[in-house]
């Protein structure tokens, strides 16, 4: 079959019946600040070396800093954070007033609730449609308690 026949809206509701994990792509530009969004397209890829990947919209505002940095961090979110998750996905200008985080001694930004933290290397990034899929080599991570996973499924959060 060649040629699409799949439109946006039926493309997401298909897509919506894969249910994941939520996290919030951290990073800081080169002023200093800040920049998070939300993101469910994670994925762990390679073992060896360590590497993950995770798609990033064009039009995202944290673009331009994941371009131009060497390093981003992925939070994955636990399941009392679903407020968190829908404030770095509304295009809020000041999204990280009033949140706690800090920048760890190497400038990883990490959210501090999150429930695991992955702070990866930019290792490639290849340009896929409307996107650039970011692969991060992970050079190390931890988990932050023993909570529960903030879930996504057809447009909704869950938890498990
Ligand atoms: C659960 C969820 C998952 C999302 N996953 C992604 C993603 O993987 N990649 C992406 O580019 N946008 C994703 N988005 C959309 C962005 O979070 C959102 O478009 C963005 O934050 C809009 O504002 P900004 O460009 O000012 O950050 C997701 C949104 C939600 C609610």
Excluded at 58 to 86: K, M, W
Excluded at 108 to 126: Q, S, T
Excluded at 137 to 156: A, C, F, M, T, W
Aim: with cysteine.
């Amino acid at each position: 079959v060649t040629g699409t026949s799949i439109g946006p809206d039926d493309f997401r509701r298909v897509c919506g019946h894969f249910a994941t994990g939520v996290t919030i792509i951290t990073t800081i530009d080169a002023q200093r600040r800040p920049h998070g969004m939300t993101a469910n397209s994670f994925a762990s890829v390679s073992l060896d070396p360590p590497l993950i990947s995770v798609a990033v919209d064009h039009a995202a505002a944290i673009f331009p800093a994941l371009e131009a940095g060497a390093q981003f961090t992925v939070n994955i979110l636990a399941d009392s954070q679903e407020a968190l998750s829908r404030r770095f996905a509304e295009g809020l200008d000041e999204r990280f007033d009033g949140v706690a985080w800090h920048a760890d001694g190497t400038g990883h930004v990490l959210l501090d609730a999150a429930l695991a933290y992955l702070r990866c290397d930019k290792w490639g990034e290849i340009p896929a449609g409307d996107h650039t899929v970011f692969i991060g080599r992970v050079i190390s991570g931890e988990v932050n308690g023993d909570g529960k996973p903030l879930l996504h499924y057809q447009g909704r959060y869950h938890a498990l």
